[in-house]
């Protein structure tokens, strides 16, 4: 079954440090990959996708993420967070035939020290 | 603001009564989904509709169902309910493309009692 791993459930970094997010998946095949941010009381808010081609994308709001397939991981980066980048962040994936839903993380919750 | 518009915002109900969710997608989006985020379950799909047909079917419980109009809004119907259906309920859009990618309303938040 098709499964995704975000190891950490909670992370706390200081403004101005920099970021990584952890994200593994389970899959047949790779998948599309999705990473979304949830704000308190939000919806879910599209950071980047990966569908294929360069396996470093680029996102909204200064985020990157780098697509790993011989390691199954697609971790979210970011050079220097900013106190409004505390929410939640969940891993996402796709399949490429089939029924689109996404399969999502556990997600982890970023909290900035300032 | 992503363009997928939710009702309610909340919702508060007791057990055994029945409820009805409200999602309208973008505009021009074919394609509506519906997932459930609960604290013990995360994010989990539920069903997709697509042009008012259903399409997949996910962890949906059989007292839980849902439609697509003709004008692509859709509803989340959910009846029976236990203090375990309690939950974030969203609703996300995508266009008719391969690869799909789909646009979250800002939630329903039900809660029964």
């Known amino acids: 079954a098709q499964s995704v791993t975000q190891p950490d459930i909670h992370i706390t970094v200081s403004e101005g440090a920099s970021l990584e997010l952890r994200c593994n998946y389970s899959y047949g095949a790779t998948p599309y990959l999705f990473w979304y941010v949830q704000s308190p009381g939000q919806g879910l808010q599209l950071l980047l996708k990966?569908?294929?081609?360069?396996?470093l994308v680029q996102g909204i709001k200064g985020f990157e993420a780098e697509f790993k397939r011989s390691q199954s991981s697609f971790n979210l980066r970011k050079p220097s967070v900013h106190w409004s980048d505390a929410a939640e962040y969940f891993c996402?994936?796709?399949?490429?035939?089939?029924?689109?839903?996404?399969?999502f993380g556990q997600g982890t919750r970023l909290t900035i020290n300032p | 603001d992503s363009g997928v518009t939710q009702t309610p915002k909340h919702l508060i109900t007791a057990t055994g009564q029945r409820v009805t969710l409200r999602c309208s997608p973008r505009?021009?989006?074919?394609?509506v989904y519906w997932y459930q985020q609960s604290l013990d379950q995360g994010l989990q799909f539920l069903i997709q509709?697509?042009?008012?047909?259903?399409?997949a079917k996910g962890n949906i419980l059989e007292r839980f169902s849902a439609q697509q109009f003709p004008d692509l809004h859709s509803e989340l119907n959910l009846s029976s309910l236990e203090l375990g259906d309690s939950a974030l309920y969203f609703c996300?859009?995508?266009?008719?493309?391969?690869?799909?990618?789909?646009?979250f309303g800002a939630g329903t938040r039900l809660s029964v009692l």
């Open positions: 990966y569908f294929s081609g360069d396996t």
């Open positions: 996300a859009s995508s266009q008719d493309q391969s690869p799909p990618i789909q646009y």
């Open positions: 505009s021009g989006d074919l394609s």
């Open positions: 509709y697509y042009n008012g047909e259903e399409r």
């Open positions: 996402a994936v796709a399949p490429i035939q089939g029924a689109q839903k996404l399969v």
